[in-house]
């Protein structure tokens, strides 16, 4: 387990209300989902990060980077998705329904949709270091702690994952 | 070529449109599981914005806006928990029992409060406080010794100005032996208005 202690982030040390962590992080979480996981299960990916992040933050260190911490739990819980792993889903009865998943603007969904098979279509390492680093805007250690790899290697990989993802997205666009 | 235009294409491919009942949800979640310690809304009323927030025993603070509601909810965070989320729901109750209170149709509050907040003797003051009836004053002397401490007048009025749920908590209800009004948290013009309804309704 990390020690969240990143010493140049230390604006973060104050304790702050849990709702002011989900309104200023809230939407970078959601992307990192919805990378990892497609629009389906990303809303669910989302409430459970929230979720257990607001369970662990009064123990959270001071001088934590608190957006490294919940992209951390986020990469967890998308992996627990993936192997089918995830904790039961609670009774949804009188909850708020999952919002629907917004239909893409026309025009632009054909080239997103490119953009977003070839990130799936990445090798592993490539399309975590993409996310982890351009999309959740990390930096190359925190992503090579993450991928289980060196932030040397976290780099190569996000500048491989790139060139390959400019190399199909301009192939998309033309056709 | 720069990596900058897809990099910003792949934030945009990836953006929610809006928050989309995302947070209630979390909200709800959050206080089935016995994670939300403290939630809080805003509500209009003649007096200007006032922030409410609620622990799951009750009302626990009642913040005009002269008061900076971000530093009454830092504060929050470090006096009772972190655990904060804007939660509407808990505390629609109290919201409506303010608004028929300002709309001289309540004269009295049933809703549960939490005085954490407040310890010792100040404490004390507060629950006095409680009984003292719509449209009705008394003096800081009266409930220093109501309060068991006839000699604490100045630590009476010091325990009003704290008081951590003020209207609920009617501390506007105490007011100088002399019969003047006495400062309060929103201003003096704030208490006559509130003694003035009180009295009219």
Known sequence: MTAWVVMDRARDAAVRPFEEIVAEHGPVVMRVCRALLGQADAADAWSETFLSALEAYPRLQPGSSIRAWLVTIAHRKAIDHLRGAARRPQPTDDLPEIPAVDAAPAGESSIDDELRAALEALPAKQRGAVIYRYLADLSYAEVGELLESSATAARRSAADGIANLRKHFSKGART | ?201
């Open chain 2, 1 to 201: 070529m720069t990596d900058k235009p897809i990099i910003d294409r792949l934030a945009n491919a990836f953006a929610a449109a809006g928050d989309g009942g995302l947070h209630s949800r979390l909200a709800a979640l959050a206080e089935r599981q016995g994670l939300l310690d403290v939630s809080y809304r805003t509500v209009d009323s003649p007096l200007g914005l006032l922030l409410l927030a609620a622990t799951g025993e009750g009302l626990v603070r009642v913040a005009f806006s002269c008061e900076d509601h971000d530093t009454v909810l830092a504060r929050l965070a470090s006096d009772i928990s972190p655990r904060i989320l804007r939660t509407p729901r808990r505390l629609d109750e109290a919201a409506h029992q303010l608004d028929e209170y300002f709309a001289g149709k309540r004269r009295a509050f049933s809703v549960p409060v939490d005085l954490q907040l407040a310890h010792g003797f100040r404490r004390s003051v507060l629950d006095h406080l409680r009984r003292i009836p719509y449209g009705a004053t008394q003096s800081y002397a009266a409930v220093a010794r109501a309060a068991g401490n006839p000699s604490a007048v100045r630590a009476a009025a010091s325990a009003c100005s704290h008081n951590p749920i003020p209207l609920v908590v009617p501390c506007h209800r105490v007011v100088r032996s002399d019969g003047t009004t006495g400062e309060y948290l929103a201003g003096p013009e704030a208490k006559r208005t509130l003694l003035a309804m009180e009295a009219a309704a």
